[in-house]
């Protein structure tokens, strides 16, 4: 844990709260405590909380943060407010579930007090950030603290000793990890692995495989979507690109841990910061994570690209993978269609629109608080708060992480390939209509598992998927589903 | 004496009903509690169920939550694979069907209608099984949720019966520091079992845990438990059995400790050996307790959860996850129908074969021991 970036948030943030923010009045929130649901252990809770504490003493209102295993987060907020318990005030959940929440009428609606608010400059948003994440049907909803994207990071050290390039495709990282895996990667005496991806089962493992099948899938630019076919809501993952996806994803473990079906991504994270990992699927995270004292063994080594690609794409009349041609992905560059996939959409918090209009005040302002630059351009340096760039003036210049501690050459490149993804016309972006959570977190997530485990073959997965999709898109109304596909991908009326 | 005809009357219709007073409370609260939600999940079970703005929103859709668990994209799930189906497992499948059909024969001379009718539901549950078994396991299949959860009951109420008797033998024996024993053997039980699982976790935790050493020595440092079906399952099964082997132990260790010294004292005259003592002497007397226990710890462990759950999460795949533990996952998941679908497959399941053990294993040996 940094704990010099730690002291300079809790004195910028005072000081920030303190001088300037319209919700700082000392005293106002006095007696006004909020409940905040979000994911277990120091990443994301722990920065709520640690603000939390600058916010009350400021303000007066006292912040609560309750934290759930990564599962049980959206029930859990969906059937608090749905059936009137109300025991929770902020949800802090993926920007993309928030939709389900809005289309039952449970989102605050955040217009009104953004109006009022001359501190959070959503301007400084990143458009898409502001425009996916933050709103629903064009109203503000939710705020973020965080922006994701899933990227590909490499131990440049390992890579450059062995004669290797960065991969540009999945073939590419699978043969780069063949070649450096077994390797001593961090000098004790030990053979370490080529690739590590959190593969647990209930976690956040059904996000890495996306980051495999999105270039594969999507060739037109985000509009288009990697899920399903958006005029007829038809899920497009029972086909060769979805398949060749799995079967990458699974043959990725012959190089890494042997227990990586069972690790998550605070498992993994653990290893590669020991210096164990040659390559790793992650966010943003890992970037200024290895500044942190436990990461000494890969301080100022660990690289990242914005994406990876492939040279084979979905035809999706026939099913088939055909290579790439400039028709068939316009986007491609040098013959490789890439489509850096936004995973998770970034943490953000939304309002119980049923709360007391006084903790809604007090949770707009916290929010508000979070996401303001002289907050968040501290905490998305720290590795270990899991918060990740969104705002322009975070991602202008490197100039942030170099104040942070990482050396000038890889925070350009940091820096540099979250702006490659954020920029790519064909960024694939995760779902965002109603159900979203089940579709991926327990369809997907479920038959992935399977998969990897050997339990079914790579055809059984993804027509279970297929079902399983085509049973929520039921669920919710298709018609409904369509509209909403239409609203996410930017599509729609 | 006397009082006026209406206190008399007032008074002795109190007496005459002070058995419904006492027991209505409780009647209440069980009706409340436990009958009524039993009813209401039903309602569940039937219906998908959305959580919107204005609370629940139900839509019929009948047997379709079962259904699916059978016949639809959950059934490789719940019933593991059932394609192909090998030699042996259709042998085994066709001598468990003539069994069972040769035993329902035969039972229509001995009982009523109504017991034929249990015995059929009996044997219909036996033959279905048999053919989940011997298409999924004995097929070299994968196997699913249901006999997941059966061989977290069978194989691990076993083991657990097996080393629990051992120890209560042993502890009931004029050792030295058996008291001692006595109190280390029963404090597993009194952990919680979340506590359990994480200790489980840390203590078969390969690359840190405190057998990781053992483990390098016997060549077996690459070796991880959590990646392989059968293993994971055998490391759930221990730490389940650290846990419960103790109510095993302690029930036994009374039953043992009640068998009148004066008739082993007989049998030690007329120069009876230990094992002819336990099997003459001791295990008749306790045999009674015995599947009482058994039957309990049974009815206990198809509810197991916490383990898999905190251990691994029901993986790799879905190899570790019980019948419970399904359940909690669709649930969380918001499918309150299907979740609650899954529960009364479980309960119609763990009903029929606990009502058979009772019936024809439990009862049986209580009859004898009154013999």
């Known amino acids: 844990m940094p704990i010099r970036n730690n002291l300079l948030g809790l004195v910028v943030g005072a000081s920030a709260l303190a001088g300037h923010s319209p919700a700082a009045m000392a005293g106002e929130f006095d007696g006004v405590t909020v409940n905040i649901l979000t994911r277990p252990g120091y990443v994301i809770a722990g920065r709520l909380a640690e603000r939390g504490v600058e916010f009350e003493a400021a303000t007066g209102g006292k912040i609560v943060v309750t934290e759930v295993p990564f599962a049980e987060i959206f029930p859990k907020i969906q059937q608090d407010w749905s059936t009137g318990t109300n025991s929770i005030d902020v949800g802090v959940f993926a920007a993309g579930w928030g939709v389900e929440l809005d289309a039952s009428g449970l989102l605050e609606d955040l217009d009104p007090y953004v109006a009022a608010d001359d501190k959070i400059d959503l301007d400084d948003i990143a458009p898409y950030f502001r425009e996916f994440g933050q709103k629903v049907g064009g109203k503000t909803k939710l705020l973020m603290v965080d922006g994701d994207f899933q990227m590909v990071y490499y131990r440049k050290d390992v890579l450059e000793n062995a004669g290797l390039e960065p991969p540009k495709t999945w073939e590419d990282y699978l043969d780069v990890a063949?070649?450096?895996?077994?390797?001593?990667?961090?000098?004790?005496?030990?053979?370490?692995?080529?690739?590590?991806?959190?593969?647990?089962?209930?976690?956040?493992?059904?996000?890495?495989?996306?980051?495999?099948?999105?270039?594969?899938?999507?060739?037109?630019?985000?509009?288009?979507?990697?899920?399903?076919?958006?005029?007829?809501?038809?899920?497009?993952v029972n086909n060769d690109g979805w398949k060749k996806a799995f079967e990458l994803y699974k043959e990725t473990g012959k190089y890494g841990p042997p227990e990586e079906l069972n690790m998550d991504i605070g498992d993994t994270r653990a290893i590669f910061k020991a210096g164990r990992c040659g390559l790793l699927v992650e966010w943003g995270d890992p970037g200024p994570l290895q500044l942190d004292d436990d990461a000494t063994a890969v301080k100022g080594l660990i690289y990242a690209v914005a994406a990876v690609g492939s040279r084979e794409v979905l035809d999706r009349e026939t099913g088939k993978l055909v290579p790439v041609t400039s028709e068939n992905a316009p986007h491609?560059?040098?013959?490789?269609?890439?489509?850096?996939?936004?995973?998770?959409?970034?943490?953000?918090?939304?309002?119980?629109?049923?709360?007391?209009?006084?903790?809604?005040?007090?949770?707009?302002?916290?929010?508000?608080?979070?996401?303001?630059?002289?907050?968040?351009?501290?905490?998305?340096?720290?590795?270990?708060?899991?918060?990740?760039?969104?705002?322009?003036?975070?991602?202008?210049?490197?100039?942030?992480?170099?104040?942070?501690?990482?050396?000038?050459?890889?925070?350009?490149?940091?820096?540099?390939?979250?702006?490659?993804?954020?920029?790519?016309?064909?960024?694939?972006?995760?779902?965002?209509?109603?159900?979203?959570?089940?579709?991926?977190?327990?369809?997907?997530?479920?038959?992935?598992?399977?998969?990897?485990a050997g339990e079914v073959t790579v055809e059984e997965a993804l027509e279970n998927i297929e079902a399983g999709w085509e049973e929520i898109t039921e669920d919710f109304g298709r018609d409904e589903q369509i509209e909403a596909q239409g609203l996410a991908l930017g599509t729609g009326n | 004496m006397?009082?006026?005809?209406?206190?008399?009357?007032?008074?002795?219709?109190?007496?005459?009903?002070?058995?419904?007073?006492?027991?209505?409370?409780?009647?209440?609260?069980?009706?409340?509690?436990?009958?009524?939600?039993?009813?209401?999940?039903?309602?569940?079970?039937?219906?998908?169920?959305?959580?919107?703005?204005?609370?629940?929103?139900?839509?019929?859709?009948?047997?379709?939550?079962?259904?699916?668990?059978?016949?639809?994209?959950?059934?490789?799930?719940?019933?593991?694979?059932?394609?192909?189906?090998?030699?042996?497992?259709?042998?085994?499948?066709?001598?468990?069907?003539?069994?069972?059909?040769?035993?329902?024969?035969?039972?229509?001379?001995?009982?009523?209608?109504?017991?034929?009718?249990?015995?059929?539901?009996?044997?219909?549950?036996?033959?279905?099984?048999?053919?989940?078994?011997?298409?999924?396991?004995?097929?070299?299949?994968?196997?699913?949720?249901?006999?997941?959860?059966?061989?977290?009951?069978?194989?691990?109420?076993?083991?657990?019966?097996?080393?629990?008797?051992?120890?209560?033998?042993?502890?009931?024996?004029?050792?030295?520091?058996?008291?001692?024993?006595?109190?280390?053997?029963?404090?597993?039980?009194?952990?919680?079992?979340?506590?359990?699982?994480?200790?489980?976790?840390?203590?078969?935790?390969?690359?840190?845990?405190?057998?990781?050493?053992?483990?390098?020595?016997?060549?077996?440092?690459?070796?991880?438990?959590?990646?392989?079906?059968?293993?994971?399952?055998?490391?759930?099964?221990v730490g389940d059995s650290w846990q419960w082997i103790p109510f095993i132990f302690i029930c036994m260790l009374a039953a043992l400790e009640n068998v009148p010294r004066d008739h082993v004292e007989a049998a030690q005259v007329d120069g009876a050996s230990s094992i002819q003592i336990f099997r003459e002497i001791t295990w008749p007397q306790i045999v009674p307790v015995a599947v009482t226990v058994l039957l309990i710890r049974a009815v206990e462990a198809f509810k197991i959860v916490d383990l898999p759950n905190i251990m691994t999460g029901g993986g790799p795949g879905s190899s570790t996850e019980s019948m419970t533990l399904h359940s909690l996952y669709v649930w969380r998941a918001n499918d309150i129908g299907t979740s609650a679908a899954i529960a009364y497959l479980l309960l119609i399941l763990t009903v029929i074969l606990c009502a058979s053990f009772f019936n024809y294993v439990v009862i049986g040996q209580l009859r004898r021991a009154k013999e």
């Open chain 1, 178 to 236: 063949s070649q450096i895996h077994g390797q001593d990667m961090n000098g004790d005496g030990e053979a370490d692995f080529g690739s590590c991806i959190f593969k647990k089962r209930n976690a956040q493992s059904y996000f890495a495989v996306q980051t495999f099948a999105a270039p594969i899938v999507q060739t037109q630019g985000t509009g288009q979507g990697f899920h399903f076919d958006s005029a007829t809501m038809k899920p497009i």
């Open chain 1, 332 to 452: 491609a560059v040098d013959g490789i269609n890439y489509a850096p996939f936004a995973a998770f959409g970034g943490w953000a918090g939304a309002i119980n629109k049923k709360a007391d209009q006084k903790k809604k005040d007090a949770a707009y302002a916290f929010l508000s608080y979070m996401n303001q630059a002289e907050q968040s351009s501290v905490d998305v340096t720290i590795g270990a708060t899991g918060y990740n760039p969104y705002r322009l003036s975070q991602l202008a210049s490197p100039d942030l992480f170099v104040e942070a501690g990482m050396p000038q050459e890889l925070a350009e490149n940091y820096i540099g390939a979250i702006n490659a993804a954020l920029n790519s016309l064909n960024m694939a972006s995760d779902m965002k209509i109603p159900g979203a959570a089940n579709y991926t977190g327990v369809v997907l997530d479920t038959e992935l598992a399977r998969y990897l």
């Open chain 2, 2 to 237: 006397a009082g006026s005809p209406l206190r008399e009357s007032w008074g002795e219709w109190i007496d005459r009903h002070s058995g419904t007073f006492f027991i209505a409370p409780a009647v209440t609260l069980i009706l409340i509690f436990a009958i009524f939600p039993t009813f209401y999940s039903l309602v569940f079970a039937m219906s998908r169920v959305r959580f919107t703005g204005d609370g629940l929103k139900f839509r019929f859709v009948g047997f379709r939550n079962f259904a699916k668990q059978f016949f639809g994209n959950d059934q490789v799930h719940f019933l593991g694979r059932t394609e192909p189906v090998s030699i042996l497992g259709m042998l085994v499948f066709a001598v468990i069907v003539v069994s069972v059909l040769v035993w329902l024969y035969r039972s229509r001379k001995i009982t009523t209608w109504v017991g034929m009718l249990g015995r059929t539901v009996s044997a219909a549950m036996a033959i279905f099984l048999a053919w989940v078994l011997g298409a999924s396991l004995l097929s070299g299949n994968s196997i699913g949720t249901i006999y997941t959860t059966l061989f977290y009951v069978i194989v691990g109420c076993g083991i657990q019966f097996v080393i629990g008797t051992g120890l209560a033998f042993l502890c009931s024996q004029p050792i030295s520091g058996k008291n001692f024993f006595r109190v280390i053997f029963f404090i597993p039980l009194m952990v919680t079992p979340l506590g359990v699982g994480y200790a489980m976790k840390m203590v078969a935790d390969v690359t840190k845990g405190p057998f990781e050493p053992l483990l390098s020595v016997i060549g077996l440092e690459n070796w991880v438990w959590s990646v392989d079906p059968w293993s994971a399952r055998f490391v759930m099964m």
